[in-house]
């Protein structure tokens, strides 16, 4: 069992930035990946990003792409995501997840096990 917990939402205006922090405890030795994504009202939950567990793949969807930055560091068990030019089409809740061992793709909600109670990002206009 893995379990991660998410700190760091927050209201900003648009332009700001936020990080969002995902700290994981239990079995994380047998960690895949880590990813964040986030749910609209009124919207599907969609993949945010993603970093493998030793850190050297990361991936984002296209929405975020040189906005958003995934980092880990591996001595806290900790996954930030460093979100900035912040739109208000960011608003939603952000859940941060983990992947148990395998190697599913890292943008499919399937691929991950374990999951946070989310963190909500509110962008003002």
């Known amino acids: 069992q893995v379990q991660v917990v998410e700190s760091g939402g927050g209201l900003v205006q648009a332009g700001g930035s936020l990080r969002l922090s995902c700290a994981a405890s239990?079995?994380?030795?047998?960690?895949?990946?880590m990813g964040w994504f986030r749910q609209a009202p009124g919207k599907e939950r969609e993949f945010v990003a993603a970093?493998?567990?030793?850190?050297?793949?990361?991936h984002y969807a296209d929405s975020v792409k040189g906005r958003f930055l995934i980092s880990r560091d591996a001595g806290k068990n900790t996954v930030y995501l460093q979100m900035n030019g912040l739109k208000p089409e960011d608003t939603a809740v952000y859940y941060c997840?983990?992947?148990?061992?395998?190697?599913?793709?890292?943008?499919?909600?399937?691929?991950?096990?374990?999951w946070g109670q989310g963190t909500q990002v509110t962008v003002s206009s």
């Open positions: 970093i493998s567990w030793g850190g050297g793949s990361t």
């Open positions: 997840a983990a992947a148990a061992a395998g190697n599913g793709a890292m943008g499919l909600q399937e691929t991950y096990d374990y």
């Open positions: 239990g079995r994380t030795f047998s960690t895949y990946a």
